[in-house]
């Protein structure tokens, strides 16, 4: 089995990658990513899909496995013209991306639910 990942997205605009982090954390990372901004969405994904273009030619299946959720917003969007398992489960349902009433937190679900992965994988 070989595996690939798509990773490390940059905007092509400013030349900084798109970061990971939480909106409390930019400060740890400003001036090196992209501000968080929802603008900034639709680039996001062309650069996405483009990826998703070259890869999917050489691999049986797609899964998306995200706790970043400008990122699954994304996903969500190509899901279907490219065939992509969204993971982890959770977060199919909008209102789980609020902690509160997941009980549990974005990345605290991506380290509990890594079994979905594994599963998808194996």
């Not at 092509?12 to 740890?28: A, D």
């Not at 001036?31 to 070259?54: C, N, S, W």
Request: overall charge positive; some cysteine; hydrophobic content about 40%.
């Amino acid at each position: 089995m070989e595996l690939a990942a798509i990773d490390c997205i940059t905007n092509p605009e400013t030349g900084k990658p798109f970061g990971l982090v939480m909106k409390r954390e930019q400060s740890r990372t400003l001036g090196l990513d992209e501000f968080p901004d929802m603008a900034k969405v639709h680039i996001l994904q062309t650069i996405v899909e483009r990826q998703l273009r070259r890869k999917r030619i050489h691999y049986d299946r797609i899964v998306a496995y995200v706790n970043v959720k400008s990122y699954w917003n994304v996903l969500w969007q190509l899901r279907d013209k490219y065939s992509i398992t969204m993971l982890p489960r959770l977060f199919r349902k909008r209102e789980n991306w609020n902690s509160a009433i997941a009980g549990i937190s974005p990345r605290g679900a991506f380290y509990r639910d890594i079994d979905e992965l594994l599963r998808f994988i194996d």
